[in-house]
């Protein structure tokens, strides 16, 4: 008999996996969200029906979207991952953006970003972490500093990390730090604010087609 995956319960942790392309490095950003709304039960129709929700949106102008369209032209959204990683780990959905930055302008160096602290209300270092936004254009940067307007831009777009996203397949999750030891039982604290740095910062690179 094949293996079926657990049926979807509420507080499901997932990871969100969005892989991009620029000057060919490998761009990853992760997201993790916990199941707050459940209209496909089964664990694989869930996945992938929110992995295209999501997917449309990066694509568009919904979730991702917005910020997708401050990123430089030369920056590519290829494609998306998602995965139930607790209380047990199932195998991913994948979902094509296939989607470029809408700035029209070169962008910084792969390994230049923008960062981001996302908070929740869990006290002490647990209880906060980082986002790291590479492709922005290089106009926005001068002396290791971002543009302040952009990153103002930036953080009304990130706001979206701090409420419930609602996909087009009615399937839902609540933004927020998965980390063993914060809020059990699931190990699980809902973002409650985003803020920015303004120094660029660097982050490691990943040469397309290695380590994946």
Known sequence: MSYVPAPMTL???????YFGTLAGQRIMTVHYGRVSTIVDTPYRDF?????TDLAA???GAGFWGDVRGELS??????????QRIFPNREIYSQATINAAGGTM??????????????RTL????????????AGLPANKQALGLWDAAQLTVLRAFLAQLTV????ASGNGLKWGLFAPGIAPPNHFD???????????????RRTVGLGE
């Open 57 to 59: 949106d990066c694509a």
């Open 11 to 17: 507080n499901d942790i997932m990871r969100v996996s």
């Open 73 to 82: 032209d030369s920056f590519q959204f290829d494609y998306l991952r998602v």
């Open 164 to 167: 419930e996203y609602t996909g």
């Open 122 to 133: 869990f006290p002490g270092r647990k209880g906060h972490g980082d986002l790291h936004l």
């Open 47 to 51: 996945a992938q029906n929110i992995a």
């Open 190 to 204: 809902q973002f409650v604010e985003v803020t920015s740095f303004p120094q660029v910062r660097t982050m490691h």
């Open 105 to 118: 302008s070169p962008a910084s160096a792969p390994t230049d970003t923008a960062a981001f602290e996302k």
